[in-house]
Structure formats: structure tokens, C-alpha cells
């Protein structure tokens, strides 16, 4: 191995972030997975990710309508506080203009 210039990687140790034990109140589930959806602008759905960019790590939120499968807001930020989430859904009623 030394010859040809090899070392081992080792396999990196899966690390939990999610701490469920907790006495927070805890969001009903509502959409009861039903993602099939007959009207437009009746349940939308959202997510916030993370991405790397070459300045760092950037957050990444949107919205989703289930019925079109399209993105109705997004928005990107250097931080995942509470103005990343309002940009997204100010962004998602303007253009959808839902009821």
C-alpha cells in the first residue's frame, strides 16, 4: 500500500441531530399522507435544506403545491431563521394568491 501510495478512509460515524425526546407540543398531522390533491392553492407543503456553496452553507426553503407539483415560493439564506421561512410563504401568496 505504501508503494503505491494508498491509505485506508474509514467510513465516517453516523451522527443523530433529531432530539425527539422532548416536552414540546407536537403539530398534528393534518395531510395524513394524502399528496394527491384535486384543487390548486388548497395544501401546500414545504421543506428547508441545506446546500453548499462557495461561500458556505446556505439554507434553502420552499413551498409546494401538491396539486400542480410545482414550486409556489423559495427563498436562500446564509441562516434558518424565521425571516427565511416569512420570505418564502410572502413569496407563495403573492404569486399564488390563495383564498
Avoid at 6 to 26: E, G, M, Q, Y
Avoid at 46 to 74: C, E, F, K, N, P
Avoid at 84 to 95: F, P, Q, T
Wanted: hydrophobic share 45%; glycine share 2%; net charge positive.
Amino acid at each position: 500500500m505504501r508503494k503505491e501510495s494508498l491509505v485506508v478512509r474509514c467510513k465516517r460515524r453516523f451522527v443523530v441531530t433529531t432530539d425527539s425526546n422532548h416536552a414540546d407540543p407536537i403539530a398534528d398531522n393534518l395531510l395524513v399522507r394524502q399528496f394527491v390533491q384535486s384543487e390548486k392553492n388548497k395544501v401546500w407543503t414545504t421543506d428547508i435544506t441545506y446546500l453548499w456553496a462557495m461561500q458556505g452553507w446556505v439554507y434553502l426553503a420552499v413551498v409546494i403545491d401538491l396539486y400542480s407539483r410545482r414550486i409556489v415560493g423559495w427563498s436562500i439564506d446564509e441562516h434558518m431563521e424565521t425571516s427565511l421561512v416569512k420570505r418564502v410563504l410572502n413569496m407563495a401568496i403573492n404569486l399564488r394568491n390563495p383564498e
